[in-house]
Structure formats: C-alpha cells, structure tokens
C-alpha cells in the first residue's frame, strides 16, 4: 500500500489544501485517486462532522466558505454522489490533474505511483454534490 499526497491548488501554485490518501497497487488509475481522495475526505468529515467540509466537490446543501464548504445541520454526505459528481466534473474539465507534472486526461489511464509522485488537483469551477 501506498500513501500519496494530494495538494489542491490555484492557477498561480498557491497550495489550498493538502490529503493523504492510499491506494493498493503501484499501477492505479486517475479515476482510483479520485475515488480514494473523495470517500478519504467524506469518511473524515462523516466522522468528525467540523464545522468546514474541506474536500473536492462541495456537498449539496453547503455553502462555500474562505476554507471550504459549511454543512448546514453537519449531517452525514454521501461519499458514492460525491465521487458520482467528482467524476462528471473531471469529465466536463471542472478541474485538471497533474501527475509529476502531466496533465492526465482520461482518467483510466493507468498511472504509475509511489510514496514521491506528486498530484495536484486544479480547480477551475465550484462543484456541488450530494
């Protein structure tokens, strides 16, 4: 098993977030992190419940915050409609993945991983899930 780090960026390189996750194999693929990165972050949340849902997509029935997302009533988010959303909005280019410095576009491609390679997440438009 390995972990990564995930960082969410801006265009200009400001780092706005950061995750761990973990995945099973070396060969993975871009639509197996974003699946680990967004059931990652809603476990954390559905096990915490903060004031702040600091994830991908923006759960429905939030609003957008300074830093993240604030869950009215902090109930449980769903994390299958959320990697539904995640998932339709890479395909919509709502957001790029870089890996070591390549733009991946077609999230099956298989990717090679280890404890080094950097991933980083821009996000171009708000996105709402479940």
């Not at 993240?68 to 959303?85: A, L, M, P, T």
Request: aromatic letters at 6%; glycine letters at 6%.
């Amino acid at each position: 098993m390995t972990t990564l780090i995930i960082k969410d960026e801006t265009a200009s390189g400001d780092i706005l977030n950061e995750i761990r996750i973990k995945v099973e194999n070396e060969r993975t693929t871009l639509r197996d992190i974003i699946t680990a990165r967004v059931l990652t972050e809603v476990k954390s949340y559905n096990e915490n419940k903060p004031e702040i849902f600091k994830g991908l997509i923006q759960p429905s029935d939030a609003e957008k915050t300074l830093n993240g997302f604030r869950v009215k009533k902090r109930k449980n988010i769903d994390g299958e409609q959320q990697v539904y959303v995640a998932l339709d909005a890479f395909l919509k280019n709502g957001y790029f993945v870089i890996v070591d410095d390549e733009q991946i576009t077609d999230y099956n491609k298989e990717i090679l991983v280890n404890s080094e390679t950097k991933i980083s997440f821009l996000k171009l438009t708000p996105l709402v899930g479940g």
